[in-house]
């Protein structure tokens, strides 16, 4: 039973290595991100850069509008007429490859690296 346990504990000890060392290189691949690409049904609708604090109303499917808001490098959908209003929760992305996605107004909010960075998401 002794050695049963210390293969349990060595085999413990390796798999929480690992996994720190995954959570850190995952944590450090990420970065501030320099634009927001908006698509709507897929189509890039606007490429906002985030240094520049703006408002912008999006029309998206099914006659719904956020009202989309760029301030000190963040972007976030301050309004939406979506019932659900998930995209409003999302609150504040700043990093790439986050994004904020409203599914009833086939809308996408997406953080890229560089103008031009977009990576395809399609709902």
């Known amino acids: 039973m ?3 346990q210390r293969i349990f504990w ?5 798999l929480l290595v690992v996994c720190g060392i995954w959570i850190v290189i995952s944590r450090l691949s990420v970065g501030e991100g ?3 690409v ?9 490429q906002l ?5 703006t408002v912008v109303m999006i029309d998206g499917k ?7 808001i760029v301030d000190k490098g963040s972007i976030f959908v ?6 659900d209003k998930i995209c409003e929760q999302k609150g504040r992305i700043t990093k790439t490859n986050e994004n904020i996605i409203c599914l009833p107004a086939r809308t996408v909010i997406e953080i890229q690296g560089t103008e031009g960075d977009t ?3 399609v709902i």
Request: hydrophobic share 40%.
């Open 10 to 14: 060595i085999i413990l000890i390796i």
């Open 38 to 46: 908006i698509k709507v049904d897929g189509e890039i609708i606007r």
């Open 2 to 4: 002794e050695k049963r």
């Open 62 to 68: 099914n006659n719904i509008r956020l009202k989309v």
């Open 78 to 83: 301050e309004h939406s007429d979506c019932p």
């Open 34 to 36: 320099n634009y927001a």
């Open 119 to 121: 990576v395809d998401v």
């Open 49 to 53: 850069p985030l240094a520049e604090d």
